[in-house]
């Protein structure tokens, strides 16, 4: 519970520090994205004017297709509404809240359907749901600009049956109907009374595309023909102030303040040609481009957080562990010397005077030597320098090994040695330390009438250092922890085997400070012990 407690104190510390830097990051990003689409907003604004200009040039400025021209801002999810007007300020075109088209396949001529002037907006609204529901049904295009019905990759060709007015490239409609196999659906059918009985033309055709201001934009057409509506408003707003000169032809723009970041109503007068238009988009533009980053950098700093948390809780566990385990291999040497201490001073008899000395002196040295252990393994943790000069590796652990050869002898263990000349680079005392804890290790766990077997040979360009000893094997969940200080696998082992708990740890320690490597494993019969070290080259 309480390791719990620590990583959810620190999680929430780093959480809270990782989110402020992305914030800051996300914030400088989303800033220079929202600067980046507003021009290119605006450029594609002056691509709708470049386009209107060309279509007044080619076609009489009643005929211009606005709406064709507006699906620019498409990709932000907006909606624009637009009118020209001549030099005395008449409106002579205007965008559609619902227009068709098609093309004459005998001529290939695009005709527009003007469903504005035959239809109230209720009548248009009704149509457009239609619409939608027919390409559901029949798997058209809708991508927020243009709601595409077309049977040429159909499996099941559908057609559909157009009649009305037709006045060069517009058609006012009277009759829409759609056809599929016996299935036939009507979508619109007024009375001839509409167009007061003037001749009418009737069409075939298989594609149909349909766009304007409820078929652009996002939402259900209710809450296109609400946003249609109030750029309608805007464009009156700003014609209310427009100038009828008939002789202008300065260029001139006009424009009403912005409420909001994401629209604008702006007049382009020059000579001829006037353009008006009032346009919104997505208010959520300025992540376009970013989700997927902003969404994936979220993610790595929480688990940067979760990482970070991980790795502190996991220190300081283990400085608390050390902690414990260092203050209880020092309580009971203290508990003995305080006990004999305390027993020197009553009146005893000198025979048991000079064993309580004894025993005090022998846990002095007991503490003197773990404390000195404590410090070399400070030093080495901390990247203390060491003194570095060749040593002849092969002499240094027979040396070692000469001295431990009583000990290992009166517990009838034999020591095997297999030994080559090797010479490497560091501190003689340091490495001394490390084939001594290494060797002291493998006796020590050793059973009676065992062997030990050390072994010394080159591989590569690395001296590597053996020793194994018989016994049992340790489980694979304690071999990378038993470099750990004070670990022990075997719970029932403790200072009375002779173990202090830091041989490992500074056998890596001193390894690790020689730019050397060693791991534990099992063989056969035992455990071996691996130390590499980096060789010199010259051999002596």
């Given at each position: 519970?309480?390791d719990?407690?620590l990583?959810?104190?620190?999680?929430l510390?780093?959480?809270?520090?990782?989110l402020?830097?992305?914030?800051a990051?996300?914030?400088?990003?989303?800033?220079?994205?929202?600067q980046?689409?507003?021009?290119e907003?605006q450029?594609?604004?002056?691509?709708?004017?470049?386009y209107?200009?060309?279509?007044?040039q080619e076609?009489?400025?009643?005929?211009?297709?606005?709406d064709?021209?507006?699906?620019?801002?498409?990709?932000?999810?907006?909606?624009i509404?637009?009118?020209s007007y001549?030099?005395?300020?008449?409106?002579?075109?205007?965008?559609?809240?619902?227009?068709g088209s098609?093309?004459?396949?005998?001529?290939?001529e695009?005709?527009?359907?003007m469903?504005?002037e035959?239809?109230?907006?209720e009548e248009?609204?009704?149509?457009?749901?239609?619409?939608?529901?027919?390409?559901?049904e029949?798997g058209?295009?809708?991508?927020?600009?243009?709601?595409?019905?077309?049977?040429?990759?159909?499996?099941?060709?559908?057609?559909f049956?157009?009649?009305g007015v037709?006045?060069?490239n517009?058609l006012?409609?009277?009759?829409?109907?759609?056809?599929?196999?016996?299935?036939t659906?009507?979508?619109?059918?007024?009375?001839?009374?509409r167009?007061?009985?003037?001749q009418?033309?009737?069409?075939?055709?298989?594609?149909?595309?349909?766009?304007?201001?409820?078929?652009?934009?996002?939402?259900?057409?209710?809450?296109?023909?609400?946003?249609?509506?109030?750029?309608?408003?805007?464009?009156?707003r700003?014609?209310e102030?427009?100038?009828?000169?008939?002789e202008?032809?300065?260029?001139?723009?006009?424009?009403l303040p912005e409420?909001q970041?994401?629209?604008?109503?702006m007049l382009?007068e020059?000579?001829?040609?006037?353009?008006?238009y009032?346009?919104?988009?997505?208010p959520c533009?300025?992540?376009?481009?970013l989700?997927?980053?902003?969404?994936?950098?979220?993610l790595?700093a929480v688990?940067?957080?979760v990482?970070?948390a991980?790795?502190?809780?996991r220190?300081?566990?283990r400085?608390?562990?050390?902690t414990?385990?260092?203050?209880?291999?020092?309580?009971?040497?203290?508990?003995?010397?305080?006990?004999h201490?305390?027993?020197?001073?009553?009146?005893?008899?000198?025979?048991?005077?000079?064993?309580?000395?004894?025993?005090?002196?022998?846990?002095?040295d007991?503490?003197?030597a773990?404390?000195?252990?404590l410090?070399?393994?400070?030093?080495?943790?901390?990247?203390?320098?060491?003194r570095?000069?060749p040593?002849?590796?092969?002499?240094?652990?027979?040396a070692?090994?000469?001295?431990?050869?009583?000990?290992?002898?009166?517990?009838?263990i034999?020591l095997a040695?297999?030994l080559?000349?090797?010479?490497?680079e560091?501190?003689p005392?340091?490495?001394?330390?490390?084939v001594?804890?290494?060797?002291?290790?493998?006796?020590?766990?050793?059973?009676a009438g065992?062997?030990?077997?050390?072994?010394l040979c080159?591989?590569?360009?690395?001296a590597?250092?053996?020793?194994e000893n018989?016994?049992?094997?340790?489980p694979?969940r304690?071999?990378?922890?038993?470099?750990?200080p004070?670990?022990?696998?075997?719970?029932s082992r403790?200072r009375e085997s002779?173990g202090?708990?830091?041989g490992?740890?500074?056998?890596?320690?001193?390894?690790?400070?020689?730019?050397?490597?060693?791991w534990?494993?099992?063989?056969s019969g035992?455990?071996?012990?691996?130390?590499?070290?980096?060789?010199?080259?010259?051999?002596p």
């Open positions: 519970m309480r719990r407690t990583f959810w104190r620190f999680f510390r780093m959480l809270l520090v990782f402020a830097l992305w914030t990051m996300a914030g400088v990003l989303v800033w220079n994205n929202r980046w689409h507003r021009q907003i450029q594609r604004l002056g691509m709708c004017r470049y209107v200009k060309q279509e007044m076609r009489t400025p009643y005929r211009a297709n606005l064709g021209i507006a699906h620019n801002l498409v990709s932000y999810q907006g909606q509404a637009l009118r001549d030099r005395w300020g008449n409106v002579t075109n205007r965008s559609q809240l619902l227009m098609f093309l004459i396949p005998e001529t290939s695009e005709v527009y359907m469903f504005d035959v239809l109230t907006e248009e609204l009704e149509l457009a749901r239609r619409l939608i529901e027919l390409k559901r029949v058209g295009d809708d991508w927020t600009g243009y709601l595409t019905l077309s049977s040429v990759w159909w499996e099941e060709p559908f057609s049956e157009i009649s037709k006045d060069f517009r006012f409609p009277l009759r829409l109907v759609f056809h599929r196999g016996e299935e659906v009507t979508l619109l059918d007024l009375g001839p009374e167009y007061q009985n003037r009418t033309t009737e069409l075939v055709n298989r594609s149909l595309f349909f766009f304007g201001g409820l078929m652009m934009g996002p939402g259900a057409p209710e809450e296109r023909l609400k946003v249609f509506r109030r750029l309608e408003a805007n464009l009156d700003l014609e102030g427009m100038e009828r000169n008939a202008r032809t300065d260029y001139m723009v006009s424009m409420r970041p994401n629209q604008g109503t382009y020059d000579g001829d040609y006037t353009l008006a009032s346009y919104q988009v997505d533009y300025l992540f376009y481009g989700e997927h980053m902003l969404v994936w950098t979220f790595g688990l940067l957080a990482f970070t991980f790795i502190q809780a220190a300081v566990r400085e608390r562990a050390f414990r385990a260092a203050a209880h291999e020092l309580k009971t040497p203290l508990a003995v010397l305080r006990t201490a305390e027993a020197l001073r009553e009146d005893i008899a000198p025979e048991k005077r000079e064993r309580y000395l004894d025993v005090i002196l022998d846990e002095s007991r503490m003197n773990l404390v000195g252990q410090l070399d393994l400070s030093r080495l943790e901390a990247g203390a320098e060491l570095r000069e040593v002849e590796l092969k002499a240094l652990i027979e070692v090994f000469a001295r431990l050869g009583p000990a290992a002898q009166g517990e009838g034999m040695l297999d080559q000349p090797l010479r490497v560091g501190d005392r340091r490495l001394e330390e490390l001594t804890e290494l060797g002291a290790n493998a006796i020590r766990h050793c059973p065992g062997g030990v077997r050390v072994s080159r591989e590569g360009r690395k590597r250092l053996k020793v018989d016994g049992l094997p340790i694979a304690d071999l990378s922890r038993l470099w750990e004070f670990y022990r696998g075997d719970k403790s002779g202090s708990g830091l490992l740890a500074l056998v890596r320690g001193t390894a690790e400070a020689h730019k050397g490597t060693c534990a494993e099992n063989c035992g455990v071996c012990f691996t130390v590499e070290l980096s060789a010199l080259q010259s051999e």
